[in-house]
């Protein structure tokens, strides 16, 4: 039975001591209630509460992260089918594999790249996850080593129990690692060995009844970080597996199937029918995702399809307000006004950018809403600007008080002259495409 962040709050000690990361028993207790965290970040609660809360409070997929070296990769720890319901928290991750039957230098070749690309997309960093090193009848565990050498991004390894052994014998056991794939065949020896090395373990079955037979086991044995294996492959199979595992875990609490997922699109050999099997993942509820291919063109459609799908539909993507420098204004720059909208503030920053042109950007705080969207909020008017150009001291860093509103908002010139009588107020053009032909001419 559902229980209420107020009933399970009664429960707790209601010591506000923090050490479960939260500043108050009542703010854990509400995190608890939306199943978002786990009743073991709380020390001090007791054994009567703890068996009251434990099956009422857990998240219906389980979390966990693969971690190394500051790098990490959430899984897990999902509420909703469907992003619109409320949000999804756990980005997928992005692996990349190589094959032990590979050369140390063709390795390396195929990890360099991928662990180097970054690309800024509206203030986020768009990077691959991790690499996956699957056996293929050669050294293991110098394949392991030819990653290390080169990337401290997280890892899966895929194997025997005799090849997993020998790879995580290389690694400094400091790290959180999969292992694949525990099997009915295997399935014990594998669980010990994920036991002891705290890994997380993925499991491998035909169908799902084999595959709630198989978690059971595992979760018995002492693993708790397990991760879902369909061996379904192709686009009907896998979004087959994926929605049904998915569903049961979140519509029927069905705990056995309440871990991540691990969907390999590298399986189907060609890349370009590989990345429309990776797209279909990320949507559809795959945690973990295993890419034999690696290229910029194809990563990036990737990631931004990943950032789109994850972030909160509630909380648009957000700048930190304040006076951004463009081509190295000088005093007698003017000054453009915009939203802290993420989208907002990259059209006029990148266009500006790259014409040439200099500019002071000042970014006002409009809770993440574009320049129409929060003028019609009232959360872009002449006070809030003339508020901002005072906060982060704009009239100090120029002597030519110019300052250009959106075009959109033209209607504010007259109150945002009598906000700052000191200043030459100009309404700029609508698009930002215009912006820098309106500032060579105009300004």
Same mark, same amino acid.
């Given at each position: 039975?559902?229980?209420?962040?107020?009933? %399970?709050?009664?429960?707790?000690?209601?010591?506000?001591?923090?050490?479960?990361?939260?500043?108050?028993?009542?703010?854990?207790?509400?995190?608890? $209630?939306?199943?978002?965290?786990?009743?073991?970040?709380?020390?001090?609660?007791?054994?009567?509460?703890?068996?009251?809360?434990?099956?009422?409070?857990?998240?219906?997929?389980?979390?966990?992260?693969?971690?190394?070296?500051?790098?990490?990769?959430?899984?897990?720890?999902?509420?909703?089918?469907?992003?619109?319901?409320?949000?999804?928290?756990?980005?997928?991750?992005?692996?990349?594999?190589?094959?032990?039957?590979?050369? $140390?230098?063709?390795?390396?070749?195929?990890?360099?790249?991928?662990?180097?690309?970054?690309?800024?997309?509206?203030?986020?960093?768009?990077?691959?996850?991790?690499?996956?090193?699957? $056996?293929?009848?050669?050294?293991?565990?110098?394949?392991?080593?030819?990653?290390?050498?080169?990337?401290?991004?997280?890892?899966?390894?895929?194997?025997?129990?005799?090849?997993?052994?020998?790879?995580?014998?290389?690694?400094?056991?400091?790290?959180?690692?999969?292992?694949?794939?525990?099997?009915?065949?295997?399935?014990?020896?594998?669980?010990?060995?994920?036991?002891?090395?705290?890994?997380?373990?993925? %499991?491998?079955?035909?169908?799902?009844?084999?595959?709630?037979?198989?978690?059971?086991?595992?979760?018995?044995?002492?693993?708790?970080?397990?991760?879902?294996?369909?061996?379904?492959?192709?686009?009907?199979?896998?979004?087959?597996?994926?929605?049904?595992?998915?569903?049961?875990?979140?519509?029927?609490?069905?705990?056995?199937?309440?871990?991540?997922?691990?969907?390999?699109?590298?399986?189907?050999?060609?890349?370009?029918?590989?990345?429309?099997?990776?797209?279909?993942? %990320?949507?559809?509820?795959?945690?973990?995702?295993?890419?034999?291919?690696?290229?910029?063109?194809?990563?990036? &459609?990737?990631?931004?399809?990943?950032?789109?799908?994850?972030?909160?539909?509630?909380?648009? %993507?957000?700048?930190?307000?304040?006076?951004?420098?463009?081509?190295? &204004?000088?005093?007698?720059?003017?000054?453009?006004?915009?939203?802290?909208?993420?989208?907002?503030?990259?059209?006029?920053?990148?266009?500006?950018?790259?014409?040439?042109? &200099?500019?002071?950007?000042?970014?006002?705080?409009?809770?993440?809403?574009?320049?129409?969207?929060?003028?019609?909020?009232?959360?872009?008017?002449?006070?809030?600007?003339?508020?901002?150009?005072?906060?982060?001291?704009?009239?100090?860093?120029?002597?030519?008080?110019?300052?250009?509103?959106?075009?959109?908002?033209?209607?504010?010139?007259?109150?945002?002259?009598?906000?700052?009588?000191?200043?030459?107020?100009?309404?700029?053009?609508?698009?930002?495409?215009?912006?820098?032909?309106?500032?060579?001419?105009?300004?």
């Amino acid at each position: 039975m559902a229980l209420s962040g107020i009933q %399970i709050y009664k429960l707790l000690p209601q010591t506000n001591c923090k050490d479960c990361e939260f500043p108050t028993c009542l703010a854990f207790a509400m995190k608890l $209630a939306a199943k978002q965290v786990e009743l073991s970040l709380c020390p001090h609660v007791s054994e009567e509460a703890e068996a009251q809360l434990s099956e009422a409070s857990a998240p219906p997929v389980r979390p966990f992260a693969l971690k190394s070296n500051g790098y990490e990769v959430k899984a897990g720890n999902e509420v909703v089918l469907f992003r619109h319901e409320k949000t999804f928290y756990s980005h997928p991750g992005l692996f990349l594999r190589v094959y032990d039957s590979q050369s $140390a230098d063709d390795i390396q070749a195929k990890v360099k790249p991928a662990d180097a690309y970054k690309v800024d997309y509206v203030g986020i960093n768009l990077e691959m996850s991790g690499f996956v090193v699957q $056996a293929a009848g050669g050294d293991f565990a110098a394949a392991v080593k030819a990653v290390r050498e080169v990337s401290h991004r997280p890892l899966i390894l895929i194997g025997e129990p005799d090849a997993l052994k020998a790879g995580l014998a290389v690694l400094d056991g400091s790290e959180k690692v999969m292992l694949c794939h525990a099997t009915a065949e295997n399935w014990e020896i594998m669980a010990a060995l994920a036991k002891e090395a705290d890994a997380a373990l993925s %499991i491998a079955a035909d169908n799902l009844d084999e595959m709630v037979e198989l978690s059971t086991k595992v979760a018995e044995a002492g693993v708790k970080d397990i991760v879902l294996s369909p061996k379904q492959r192709g686009f009907r199979g896998t979004l087959l597996a994926n929605t049904v595992a998915r569903r049961m875990a979140l519509k029927s609490s069905f705990r056995p199937l309440g871990f991540p997922i691990i969907n390999f699109p590298g399986d189907a050999g060609d890349a370009a029918t590989e990345v429309i099997l990776a797209g279909q993942a %990320i949507g559809k509820y795959a945690g973990f995702i295993v890419m034999d291919h690696f290229t910029p063109e194809s990563a990036y &459609p990737l990631l931004v399809l990943r950032e789109n799908l994850y972030t909160d539909p509630q909380k648009p %993507i957000q700048v930190q307000p304040g006076v951004y420098e463009i081509n190295n &204004p000088g005093p007698d720059t003017p000054v453009l006004v915009t939203t802290n909208f993420s989208i907002t503030y990259f059209s006029v920053a990148n266009e500006v950018e790259s014409a040439g042109v &200099p500019a002071w950007l000042l970014v006002t705080e409009a809770e993440g809403m574009s320049v129409l969207t929060a003028w019609a909020a009232g959360k872009f008017d002449a006070e809030v600007i003339a508020k901002d150009v005072k906060r982060f001291n704009v009239a100090d860093k120029v002597s030519t008080k110019k300052i250009v509103l959106p075009g959109h908002t033209a209607v504010l010139s007259g109150e945002l002259e009598e906000e700052l009588p000191d200043w030459d107020v100009k309404v700029g053009p609508r698009e930002a495409v215009d912006l820098p032909a309106y500032m060579k001419q105009a300004v």
